[in-house]
């Protein structure tokens, strides 16, 4: 199938050849490695290591940074193509240089700009830290805090857990109720509490972790806000840092979609080339409209998926339009996964071909970033704004939802 996520039409001779690169650095050095890690023969930095030496991890970032300078579009097919071999190794690489790009974000580089080089290249890992046990989609529970010492440091006391790269990382960015700052794992009162075992994702290190007391520099500051006085009828003072990091969201739910596009890709291919060459019955099974029109719904829910991705992309800052991209890209991919099994048969349903493992990994992206189920309230909230509230309603009480 020539189908691709981003078309190649789009693309200038510099991009076509860099993604020539990487197509044939994936088919060489990451492909061959992949079902070693599922197994969990090897570790993911196994692979992802060559591939900071090589500039690929941030590859946006400037070369004296341990990036390439590459521009969006090149971020873009680089993404594709490792979410093509597994989400995995996309999810793992954008996590780990998430604090480099926070230290950009918030022009930190004075203090902080010790850390990009090092996360940049992968000689250092990272992480970001919103969820806590109490606080998953509903952030205004976050505990986790930030206390301003008489020295000017900080001491920050809480919990996180579902961290990717949370039991390997060696820089975090640590949100709190009152602020982000940059964590190294080796400063005194770090615990890592525990490593879940996953459905899918084998090979991703979530992790559960714990700060008490932990001294935080004031120069690893990020942005620190005091927080508001308690409103009357609420017990607990205001979280004042959620809204400072809404900006980002938009963006991480368009990134979301392009690797589910990647995985939906790989779906009706295999599934496709599998129906032709499946007998049954004297014919191939693809002549059964039985399973021809399931690959016509998937291709078109795919098209679809690329169309809405194209719009999000360019509007990343509206926060409706991205939550209706992810909900409608990862929960059709998941269901192009599954239908792709279900072509397949029994051989789907074991790891001859890569069609379970996809099912099982894409699971994540209805629940990771933002549920299906908070995309739904974004849209709707977005909706009903346009409108006159009905009579009677109450004022909504402003709620801060992560993702
Ligand atoms: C593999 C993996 C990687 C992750 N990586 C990271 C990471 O790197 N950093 C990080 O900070 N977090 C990470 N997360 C956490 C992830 O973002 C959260 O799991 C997610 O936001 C949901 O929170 P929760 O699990 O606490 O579910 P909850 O918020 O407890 O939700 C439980 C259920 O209730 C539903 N629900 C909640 N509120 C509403 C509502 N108002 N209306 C309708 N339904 C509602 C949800 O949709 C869901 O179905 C990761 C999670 C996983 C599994």
């Known amino acids: 199938m020539k189908r691709i996520v981003i078309d190649l039409e789009t693309l200038s001779e510099k991009d076509i050849e860099f993604k020539k690169e990487i197509d044939d650095l994936i088919a060489l050095e990451v492909a061959p490695k992949t079902q070693d890690m599922e197994d969990g023969k090897i570790n993911v930095w196994d692979v992802l290591e060559p591939l900071g030496k090589k500039g690929l991890l941030g590859l946006r970032y400037p070369k004296e940074l341990g990036g390439r300078g590459s521009s969006y579009m090149q971020e873009m097919l680089l993404s594709e193509a490792l979410s093509y071999e597994s989400l995995v190794y996309d999810m793992v690489r954008g996590s780990s240089v998430y604090p480099a790009g926070l230290i950009l ?30 606080a998953g989609s509903d952030l205004s529970r976050m505990k986790t805090i ?16 579902f961290i990717t790269n949370g ?37 991703l290190n979530l992790g559960h972790l714990k700060f008490t007391d932990v001294k935080v520099p004031k120069e690893n500051l990020l942005f620190y806000r005091e927080l508001k006085p308690a409103t009357e009828g609420s017990q607990r003072k205001r979280t004042s840092a959620i809204s400072s990091m809404q900006q980002f969201l938009g963006p991480e739910r368009v990134a979301m979609s392009l690797q589910a596009l990647a995985v939906a890709k790989r779906a009706i291919e295999i599934a496709v080339k599998y129906s032709q060459e499946r007998v049954q019955f004297k014919k191939p099974i693809s002549e059964f ?12 829910n795919f098209e679809a998926g690329k169309a809405l991705y194209g719009k999000a992309a360019q509007n990343s800052q509206n926060p409706a339009l991205c939550a209706m991209c992810k909900l409608f890209v990862v929960t059709s991919t ?15 349903y074991t790891n001859k071909y890569p069609v379970e493992r996809l099912l099982r ?9 933002g549920t299906d189920e908070i995309m739904k309230y974004i849209i709707q909230k977005d909706i009903y704004k346009g409108f006159n509230k009905p009579i009677g309603e109450e004022t909504e009480k402003k709620v801060d939802f992560q993702f």
């Open 167 to 203: 039991t390997v990382a060696d820089v975090m960015v640590v949100y709190g109720r009152n602020g982000a700052f940059i964590v190294e794992s080796d400063f005194e009162g770090f615990e890592m509490l525990e490593e879940y075992k996953l459905m899918g994702l084998h090979g």
């Open 334 to 348: 998941h269901k192009i996964c599954d239908e792709a099994l279900q072509i397949m048969g029994g051989i789907g």
């Open 146 to 161: 930030y206390r301003k010492d008489e020295d000017g440091n900080f001491i920050l006391n809480g919990e996180k857990r």
């Open 289 to 300: 409209e039985g399973i021809s029109f399931k690959i016509a719904e998937m291709v078109a």
């Open 105 to 134: 974000v918030f022009r930190r580089q004075e203090t902080l700009g010790k850390y990009i080089k090092p996360i940049v290249t992968g000689e250092k890992k990272g992480c970001f830290c919103f969820t806590e046990p109490d």
């Open 361 to 369: 990994d894409i699971r994540l992206h209805r629940i990771g970033g």
